[in-house]
């Protein structure tokens, strides 16, 4: 079993900087795949980024390449997400995923996740 709880965001203006952070109980962690999502109002839960167990591969959406970075510290049981350039359209509660399920294979969809998290609000003003 492992345990999610998402930290990092808050109001920025557009262009501005926030490292959201995704730190995990469990040993077993450091096996798991990971992603970024987020879920703006009256719309779907969007897959945003993912990394490996390893942190070796990873894998964004569009709208946020170039501009995100996930990352972990396996050490720390923790993951990041880094964003940069932010725009008023990446406003959304951000949540993150784990599976240990095929912890190499990078997965976009919500059902290929076990565990998530509470999720943090991250408002991007205009």
């Known amino acids: 079993q492992v345990q999610l709880v998402e930290s990092g965001g808050g109001l920025v203006q557009a262009g501005g900087s926030l490292r959201l952070s995704c730190a995990a109980s469990?040993?077993?962690?450091?096996?798991?795949?990971v992603g970024w999502f987020r879920q703006a109002p009256g719309k779907e839960r969007e897959f945003a980024a993912a990394?490996?167990?390893?942190?070796?591969?990873?894998y964004y959406a569009d709208s946020v390449k170039g501009r995100f970075t996930i990352s972990r510290d396996n050490v720390k049981n923790t993951v990041y997400l880094q964003m940069n350039s932010l725009k008023p359209e990446d406003t959304a509660v951000y949540y993150c995923?784990?599976?240990?399920?095929?912890?190499?294979?990078?997965?976009?969809?919500?059902?290929?996740?076990?565990?998530w998290g509470q999720g943090t609000q991250v408002t991007v003003s205009s």
């Open positions: 995923a784990a599976s240990p399920r095929n912890p190499v294979v990078l997965k976009t969809t919500p059902n290929e996740y076990d565990y």
């Open positions: 469990g040993r077993t962690f450091s096996s798991y795949r």
């Open positions: 990394i490996s167990w390893s942190g070796g591969t990873t």
